[in-house]
């Protein structure tokens, strides 16, 4: 057995130099693969149009609602890869949410009437947008079934704060963002008294019972939604659903759709046929037009009634002071969405085979004009159908969801029943194209299609059902969204996309360009605050402090040792943990917990977490950092100690092993082996221009750090060798080798990364 | 605004038929999207070795562990793309695991201490063998951060049982099968008292603490682990790892090995140096080498000690007995991984350049012979190095675990200090060629890699970092599964494939035609015990039960209705809810769930789970389905009313609409105009041979079964029509209408698919 010898640590050095560089390593041709795999000329070419190739990156992220799941599901297009799951309303213990103290705080401001919620129905993600424009900073999304809103910062791509719906006990229609994302929408879904925990049978449906939408404030710079300043429309027990802001000529307005405008309630049980029957009885539901500028100043004059606390703008004074009408709608809709150029409304009524193009102008001059068909029940004006719409266009069964191309008067509308896309000009009223799907397609989404500039290139077909697409993997079956290519007249199928976990629901894609987050923290901060965290620690600050029963740790992370390796407590104690991830380098997380404690945290680059137990049994409990983040992560190791109340130690010394001066001299030569790669890499590395790759200037800054710890563990292996203490000594040359590793594990990526981006030699 | 018309109607059967069938649908030629999008040949080539056409299917399925995230990741080869999240140890709300009652039972078989765990660090999956292949019927995982192992039954994807180890504090080398998949190992890492809940000072780590390795009895018959049939053997605080089972020679035999048998206890703050320094000082490790059937035996003949209830046997009895030794292996081994023909075992030290091939033979002869070179301080005798090794072969820095080609004596290992694949041959000990990978490979895995005929063909990186893989989406990266063609002598990197949620550490992949799921249960069934749900109903048999104040609902779900359709209960009432979904179609998944009440259930055909609350808060609050399961699933809805205590009714009657006896005849068009179309489409399903396809039939039955609730809803109509009660009429005539769609939906469905599997015209 050889100890790592000079000559395999030079091999540190060949490692970028593989046997594979020249090397003519397929035996396969193309064609002899397109028949062995039964390819089509067609299947390759849509092959071509995804692959993406190691080394390269997606031209567009999208973010889908993970439904269920209580997620949001970030993909790449056009490769269709997940790149990740981030964790919103459901506890994940991979990100540490819900398992640290930081991240459950963002939890705890989801708890409704004072209960904790762990997870949520997540549907229709919003990115906040400059001038109608996606800006990449924020992304906000709903849950359906605990009427929640959250926020999620792009810098990061964490949860930053999630915020109850005051009112509503059912919801659906959030979120949608004003052109300069100062308003949130959040509209209901199956109507309930406004009040909290107030009980009206459902005999009184029609006068107890109502529906709303509420209007979050968002302040950008803070980066939160600030509930004090939001507001809500009471609305009839119409079942709201999607909605939409204007924008360009219809900014300051928005459209929220409905369906069961017949207020029907359903049950078999007592003689009455189900929702699905009364629910879609009649031809039309309504399309609510709200003008929210308006509304907002009326919040201000004060016109608004508290409802829980909240403001709310009630019905009668909404029709009042005109901000309020109605549309009729082809039955049970579902999206309503604004186009690109803000003169057009588009709804699909999901029992009726066309979609209406609304006009924005036409539905003013209606108003202006006071000209009404009728008032419904609750005395809201309601502007006919005929004064209101642009075109009708018939495009099969089942339309739902609407989605704009970069090219002008080009939608695509996803069709329910058909299982496909409809490709149509709403400018003309004519179909252009269509493209079967597999099978159901609720909403579509193209490329930025929802914004004041969509991207077009690509549209995602979100099916609902997956059948036989994937191979089986159990009753519950993935979703599939496929990706097409709308970039010609003609659409093309290019990829099937399983969806592992979770139902999304519906999706928003930007350019990954627009998208700038940050690699690592600045040292100690707390990342669901932005703020420095109390608990955070530098190198050499690491200490346990003891107040009574509580025992509170300011422990650091670096490859690959925890500080303090061994925490000692007495049963019952309380004890904290606050961690702080020393590295700069990207990548380079780690995890922790304590074992059957039920604690974790994910613990980034320059982050600090907590995380929280009592110490309620006796015993010995391992602790280690849960990331593969080195070759020794399993060494990355401590003990929590439990002990008896009132222990007191018989042995005070650890064993000792039996070094000798030979092993010592023997890591000593190692030492000085591995020492001769660094140079030799540190020599690579400022011969280039290498302060010009901000990843690599941190590398060089992590490798630093870690040869600027040599001289301490010298100090004191030379010290035990004086005392000819060959255990100390040995050991701490073993730790100056690890520093050693460290910073040549380091700069071998460096140099790697130079070697990859171009790097150029500098005097 | 029109009713959907004939004409619309007739667009039903039109769907298969979409514009674009025969229309050039690209613009664009292959060589213009190679050089848009900037590819290479050999990116082409890669794309078409790796790309799956819709309708078609991959060839493989990996089943990966989901590291802290607690789940198992499902992913097909060589698309690469994720099929499913299993929720194993995390609650997960989309799966409904952890959110309704039945599931919950699993989890809180792994409770410790008497405390719900609510997350797990699951590393290595193992898929259960017949003489050493794998057989595609159940996987094991194992849970590092809280010793547990889980049970997942591949019919229907879902985890059936966590068992937790009896006396670790903390594991890492499980799950790996014996060649029958009788027992399933689970070896220790960090060691601890083997006593629950007893501490012991570090002072005493050689004394006191313990290492061990449990072998589960797996009883294939029940899909289950029997803890009383199952045993574990001490072991000395040597840190165990990975491990094997022995097969075909060495059958009867598992290995396990370790690192920092140094027993190193660490701590920089009490001027030690840390456990990467003094676990990685000497130059080896052991590795453990146990007869297991013999130890079987042993504990059989009642040779074992009771620790916390369950049977140890001692290390002292273990070398009396002569069932356990030590070899020496390059310092920090990670994988000890027995050869294909079962007469090799390789090792690779992580701090050493070397990998070492252990012939089984070799140390059988030492063992016989009696020829040990030493023993360890427990007494375990040594085999030397030198008496045990076939051959030594240097593949490069940090080699860390080994999988097997199809090709004989061909290997491959990870390196993650180099970031390479190295192909070897551990016959010959010859290096054949070395792939650079990006970054940091972990374990790697080939197809069927681990079994006694391993597949080939593919190879799968498990990398550590993507650093700069991917579009960035913050400081927390996705890991990088990197997938490559090993079918030719030179190995080809083909795909780059993001892990969203969770780290994954090992992965298994087996031939997908292996896998043979259901699709649907026998209606009523428990799916976690897999016996009859004692809350199961039928359609009819739907009720609310009341005792005290439990309430109990035995509910059925089928599109687009919950029965019942309202839940009455007063403030403090217990609710359980019982669904079974009566659907047969393939995917017609139903979920469920009442809006604030922190319950989710996933309901898959055949189905029924149980959710359960208090119902502590006065209120109306609306329930409904959460999958997207048809076109009115936002009408598939509920309210469950909890009133005040001793609420009395003022007002008795429900609101009704104004329906007209023309509304009601216009109905009546309608469902006439729908039976046109289904009458169709049951003439084309019946005139092919449709019943040679069970996924067509379960769709047929599922329609008939809908058909077949129109005699009672016709009756309804008929007799209200008859008392010009022309609300009722026109209401139950829209629920046959409701019936007809959903039957016309599934006939179409089963069209298109007879049409898509070439079924042929009969008679």
Same mark, same amino acid.
């Given at each position: 057995m050889k100890k790592m010898s000079k000559r395999a640590i030079s091999l540190l050095l060949a490692t970028s130099v593989g046997l594979t560089a020249s090397a003519v390593w397929s035996a396969e041709t193309l064609q002899d693969v397109l028949k062995r795999r039964n390819l089509s000329q067609q299947d390759l070419l849509a092959a071509a149009k995804t692959y993406v190739p190691t080394g390269k990156r997606d031209e567009f992220v999208t973010f889908s609602s993970g439904g269920q799941s209580g997620q949001v599901i970030v993909y790449g297009v056009p490769s269709m890869r997940i790149l990740k799951y981030l964790a919103v309303f459901t506890p994940e213990p991979w990100q540490g949410y819900g398992y640290d103290e930081n991240s459950k705080a963002v939890l705890e401001q989801g708890k409704i009437d004072g209960k904790t919620i762990t997870w949520g129905d997540t549907h229709h993600p919003a990115i906040s947008e400059t001038n109608g424009e996606y800006d990449g900073q924020f992304l906000f999304i709903n849950d359906k079934a605990n009427p929640r809103l959250a926020v999620i910062d792009l810098r990061d791509f964490e949860t930053k704060q999630i915020v109850v719906n005051p009112i509503f006990k059912s919801e659906h229609g959030g979120a949608f963002v004003s052109p300069n994302t100062d308003y949130v929408i959040e509209a209901a879904q199956y109507a309930a008294p406004l009040e909290n925990k107030k009980f009206y049978p459902l005999e009184e449906f029609n006068d107890k019972y109502r529906g709303g939408v509420?209007?979050?404030?968002?302040?950008?710079?803070?980066?939160?939604?600030?509930?004090?300043?939001?507001?809500?429309?009471?609305?009839?027990?119409?079942?709201?659903?999607?909605?939409?802001?204007?924008?360009?000529?219809?900014?300051?307005?928005?459209?929220?759709?409905?369906?069961?405008?017949? !207020?029907?309630?359903?049950?078999?049980?007592?003689?009455r046929p189900?929702?699905?029957?009364?629910?879609?009885?009649?031809?039309?539901?309504?399309?609510?037009?709200?003008?929210?500028?308006?509304?907002?100043?009326?919040?201000?004059?004060?016109?608004?009634?508290?409802?829980?606390?909240?403001?709310?703008?009630?019905?009668?004074?909404?029709?009042?002071?005109?901000?309020?009408?109605?549309?009729?709608?082809?039955?049970?809709?579902?999206?309503?969405?604004?186009?690109?150029d803000g003169k057009f409304m588009i709804v699909a009524g999901k029992l009726d085979t066309h979609v209406s193009v609304y006009s924005f102008?036409?539905?003013?001059?209606?108003?202006?004009?006071?000209?009404?068909?009728?008032?419904?029940?609750?005395?809201i004006p309601v502007i006919a159908l005929k004064d209101a719409v642009h075109v009708q266009v018939p495009l099969g069964l089942g339309p739902l969801h609407t989605q704009y191309d970069s090219k002008a008067c080009i939608a695509y509308t996803s069709l329910y029943v058909?299982?496909?896309?409809?490709?149509?000009?709403?400018?003309?009223?004519?179909?252009?194209?269509?493209?079967s799907v597999h099978y159901n397609i609720g909403h579509l989404m193209s490329m930025e299609g929802d914004s004041t500039k969509p991207a077009g290139k690509y549209l995602v077909a979100l099916n609902k059902l997956a059948i036989d697409r994937f191979v089986p993997v159990g009753p519950l079956h993935p979703q599939n969204h496929q990706l097409i290519d709308i970039s010609n007249d003609k659409m093309q199928l290019l990829y099937d996309m399983p969806l592992p976990l979770g139902e999304p629901h519906y999706a928003v894609s930007i350019a990954a360009s627009k998208l700038k987050p940050g690699v690592r923290y600045k040292v100690g901060t707390d990342s669901r605050t932005d703020k420095p965290h109390p608990g955070a620690a530098r190198a050499g600050e690491e !200490?346990?402090? !003891?107040?009574?029963?509580?025992?509170?740790?300011?422990?650091?992370?670096?490859?690959?040792?925890?500080?303090?390796?061994?925490?000692?407590?007495?049963?019952?104690?309380?004890?904290?943990?606050?961690?702080?991830n020393l590295e700069r380098a990207q990548d380079e997380t780690h995890g922790f917990t304590v074992s059957t404690y039920n604690v974790h945290a994910s613990v980034e680059p320059g982050k600090t977490v907590s995380?929280?137990?009592?110490?309620?049994?006796?015993?010995?409990?391992?602790?280690?950092?849960?990331?593969?983040?080195?070759?020794?992560?399993?060494?990355?190791?401590?003990?929590?100690?439990?002990?008896?109340?009132?222990?007191?130690?018989?042995?005070?010394?650890?064993?000792?092993?039996?070094?000798?001066?030979?092993?010592?001299?023997?890591?000593?030569?190692?030492?000085?082996?591995?020492?001769?790669?660094?140079?030799?890499?540190?020599?690579?590395?400022?011969?280039?221009?290498?302060?010009?790759?901000?990843?690599?200037?941190?590398?060089?800054?992590?490798?630093?750090?870690?040869?600027?710890?040599?001289?301490?563990?010298?100090?004191?292996?030379?010290?035990?060798?004086?005392?000819?203490?060959?255990?100390?000594?040995?050991?701490?040359?073993?730790?100056?080798?690890?520093?050693?590793?460290?910073?040549?594990?380091?700069?071998? !990526?460096?140099?790697?990364?130079l070697e990859q981006n171009g790097a150029k030699k500098v005097k």
């Open positions: 509420t209007y979050w404030k968002f302040d950008r710079k803070e980066g939160r939604i600030v509930p004090k300043d939001s507001f809500s429309l009471e609305l009839p027990p119409y079942s709201q659903d999607l909605s939409d802001f204007g924008k360009g000529p219809s900014d300051g307005w928005s459209f929220t759709n409905s369906f069961c405008s017949e !207020r029907y309630v359903g049950g078999i049980e007592k003689g189900p929702y699905e029957a009364g629910c879609s009885a009649k031809d039309t539901d309504y399309l609510h037009v709200i003008n929210w500028k308006k509304a907002a100043e009326l919040v201000a004059a004060g016109k608004a009634k508290k409802i829980n606390g909240h403001n709310v703008i009630m019905m009668d004074t909404a029709v009042k002071e005109g901000i309020l009408f109605l549309v009729p709608e082809p039955k049970s809709p579902h999206g309503v969405d604004v186009t690109p102008e036409k539905i003013q001059a209606a108003i202006k004009a006071g000209k009404f068909e009728s008032k419904d029940p609750y005395g058909d299982s496909q896309v409809a490709k149509w000009n709403y400018c003309e009223g004519k179909v252009l194209d269509k493209l !200490r346990v402090e !003891r107040q009574g029963n509580k025992v509170t740790v300011y422990g650091t992370l670096i490859r690959s040792h925890i500080t303090p390796e061994t925490i000692e407590a007495e049963v019952g104690d309380e004890i904290t943990i606050n961690l702080t995380i929280k137990f009592k110490a309620d049994r006796e015993g010995v409990y391992p602790y280690y950092c849960t990331e593969f983040c080195s070759a020794l992560h399993l060494e990355m190791q401590g003990y929590l100690l439990v002990k008896p109340k009132g222990w007191k130690p018989t042995k005070t010394s650890l064993a000792k092993a039996s070094y000798t001066e030979d092993d010592y001299k023997a890591t000593l030569k190692k030492v000085a082996d591995t020492q001769a790669v660094i140079d030799s890499v540190v020599g690579y590395i400022t011969s280039v221009n290498y302060k010009d790759f901000p990843d690599v200037v941190a590398m060089v800054e992590d490798a630093t750090d870690q040869l600027g710890k040599i001289a301490d563990a010298k100090a004191k292996h030379e010290a035990a060798a004086g005392k000819k203490d060959w255990e100390q000594a040995n050991l701490w040359a073993e730790q100056v080798w690890q520093y050693q590793v460290k910073a040549a594990d380091l700069g071998l !990526r460096a140099k790697t990364y």
